[in-house]
């Protein structure tokens, strides 16, 4: 489900699909000759990348940077409808089961190659090769057969209907001259990206930047801001400093900033504030591999042990909402009627005696056969809001006898040395949410291998089949039904307690102009941002 969301800058979330994430997009084309080319973006990240390579990475540190230096076939618009991007149109046969691609003519790659249907078949063979160790393969595994009948031609056969078939396209396409027939692993490309994007890679500097410059040959026309940098800042109140002192143009203020730390005439003079519901939830989740979490029970309990609105008060300054499950509230898969377990700690214990945990020695902890009630709750480094609310989660399961220690890691270390390899009892994330809803790769229980996305190792035979069968259906509302159903039981079986959804929070220096708040958010036009020349900060 993909991070994200403006504020990717702020969280940092791992995310399903590059082409399902609203804020990576540039918009439609305008007349260059109207754009004011000129003057750098500073934007502040929380996290640095891990792979420049879209197929081997699964951060949204590392996606920020692919949206901009990559294209997909088609993708998102300002209004979340689905419009072309290196495909000019597409055609879907009667039966729903080929699509044919149309592609546009004249693209180069950034070391001036030409982009051809050639492209776009090596990436979709990269998606499918067992060698390579991608979270995104199972639905491109859907395909029956790929061709690439001339260069501008790309088609694809499905065995069946796949609904998210057409934004599944929306992936980054790959250089074949630059990867094929060399170890993917191994490429320069995961740290110096070749794209046929608005910007083309200049520099990494691990832990402190990422630099991009305007590609002049952009088939959209030249992006009217010249460079980009990401400058890594791992400490949110140090990101805000930077930003208030000019070190920033761009970040994802907290809950705290925006409604406290920013009302003063001076900063509104020098920055604009955005505020809608983002496209990610945050969530509480349960390693089902542990057998502390195998009784549904002590999920349950430990639901009613949590008051989601003293988070969302405490945490979001009432700045987001409710989640109860892994769509967006007011979206149509999104289902409002599931169970719900509202605060009530006298039920959280009653199950928990259910399942056999009672404190026999006074000590205040809930134990059974002689082990306490105790486990660790991990989350990263520089997100204030996981670690708030691990905070306040930690004390309220104390009040009911659940010893909780809650541990802070660095991002690339939690990722690599706890999640991906399921080390962990319970973890504080996020996810972005897509649009489309198909969440096989993250409730499948074939997705549950190391790497992949089920890392909590979720299994439900029904729920299996709806996932199966909501992929599978072109139907909305017989989609909806399957997506209702999946969530139902999610809610009921709590493998993971569904928290909030935060708004979206951006502050952008009002020197930059074309900004264009949508149901997208804000970067959906970002190719179009352009500084006037007279209030230009720096030169090329």
């Given at each position: 489900m993909g991070n994200h969301i403006d504020m990717r800058s702020f969280f940092i979330i791992i995310f399903l699909s590059f082409s399902i994430f609203p804020g990576c997009r540039r918009g439609a084309s305008e007349p260059a000759a109207e754009r004011v080319v000129g003057d750098t973006i500073l934007m502040g990240t929380i996290g640095d990348a891990s792979n420049l390579l879209p197929v081997l990475a699964s951060d949204s540190a590392s996606s920020d940077i692919s949206g901009l230096v990559y294209n997909g076939l088609v993708r998102y618009?300002?209004?979340?409808?689905?419009?072309?991007?290196?495909?000019?149109?597409?055609?879907?046969?009667?039966?729903?089961?080929?699509?044919?691609?149309?592609?546009?003519?004249?693209?180069?790659?950034?070391?001036?190659?030409?982009?051809?249907?050639?492209?776009?078949?090596?990436?979709?063979?990269?998606?499918?090769?067992?060698?390579?160790?991608?979270?995104?393969?199972?639905?491109?595994?859907?395909?029956?057969?790929?061709?690439?009948?001339?260069?501008?031609?790309?088609?694809?056969?499905?065995?069946?209907?796949?609904?998210?078939?057409?934004?599944?396209?929306?992936?980054?396409?790959?250089?074949?001259?630059?990867?094929?027939?060399?170890?993917?692993?191994?490429?320069?490309?995961?740290?110096?990206?070749?794209?046929?994007?608005p910007f083309r890679f200049v520099e990494w500097v691990p832990g402190q930047k990422i630099v991009l410059e305007?590609?002049?040959?952009?088939?959209?026309?030249?992006?009217?801001?010249?460079?980009?940098?990401?400058?890594?800042?791992?400490?949110?109140?140090?990101?805000?400093?930077?930003?208030?002192?000019?070190?920033?143009?761009?970040?994802?203020?907290?809950?705290?900033?925006?409604?406290?730390?920013?009302?003063?005439?001076?900063?509104?003079?020098?920055?604009?504030k955005y505020r809608y519901p983002s496209f990610s939830y945050t969530y509480l989740g349960f390693n089902l591999r542990r057998p502390l979490f195998q009784d549904r029970r002590v999920r349950q309990a430990l639901a009613h042990a949590v008051d989601k609105q003293e988070l969302i008060d405490g945490v979001l300054l009432g700045l987001g909402q409710e989640a109860t499950g892994p769509y967006k509230p007011g979206t149509w898969p999104h289902n409002p009627d599931v169970r719900r377990y509202p605060y009530d700690p006298e039920r959280a214990r009653q199950l928990l005696a259910e399942a056999g945990w009672r404190d026999t020695d006074g000590d205040g902890i809930l134990d059974r056969d002689g082990r306490p009630f105790a486990f660790t709750i991990l989350t990263n480094q520089g997100n204030d809001q996981r670690i708030k609310a691990g905070e306040i989660i930690q004390r309220r399961f104390r009040e009911i006898g659940v010893d909780v220690r809650l541990r802070v890691l660095e991002w690339a270390t939690f990722l690599k040395e706890f999640l991906n390899p399921g080390n962990f009892d319970a973890t504080i994330m996020g996810w972005t949410i897509p649009i489309d809803p198909d969440a096989f790769n993250v409730w499948h229980s074939s997705q549950t291998r190391p790497g992949e996305l089920n890392f909590i190792g979720f299994r439900n035979k029904e729920v299996d089949r709806l996932l199966e069968q909501g992929r599978h259906t072109l139907d909305e509302q017989a989609r909806q039904r399957h997506y209702h159903r999946f969530q139902e039981i999610l809610a009921e079986e709590q493998p993971y307690l569904f928290l909030f959804v935060p708004d979206s929070l951006p502050a952008v220096a009002a020197r930059f102009r074309g900004i264009d708040p949508a149901p997208a958010g804000i970067m959906h036009n970002f190719i179009h941002w352009q500084v006037p020349p007279q209030e230009q900060k720096y030169q090329r």
């Open positions: 618009d300002k209004n979340l409808q689905l419009e072309g991007e290196l495909a000019e149109s597409w055609s879907v046969s009667p039966d729903n089961r080929t699509i044919t691609f149309h592609l546009r003519r004249g693209v180069r790659w950034h070391d001036g190659t030409p982009f051809t249907s050639a492209d776009v078949l090596f990436t979709y063979q990269l998606l499918v090769d067992p060698k390579v160790p991608t979270a995104y393969a199972d639905r491109y595994l859907q395909v029956q057969r790929a061709e690439a009948p001339d260069p501008h031609t790309f088609r694809v056969h499905y065995a069946q209907p796949l609904a998210s078939a057409l934004i599944s396209w929306g992936f980054p396409i790959h250089p074949r001259h630059l990867l094929a027939g060399r170890d993917v692993l191994r490429s320069p490309l995961s740290r110096a990206p070749v794209g046929t994007g305007a590609n002049p040959d952009y088939f959209e026309g030249a992006p009217g801001l010249h460079r980009v940098v990401y400058r890594i800042v791992p400490d949110p109140s140090t990101m805000f400093l930077e930003l208030r002192s000019g070190g920033l143009d761009f970040m994802g203020l907290s809950p705290i900033q925006y409604a406290m730390q920013t009302d003063t005439p001076a900063f509104r003079r020098a920055f604009n």
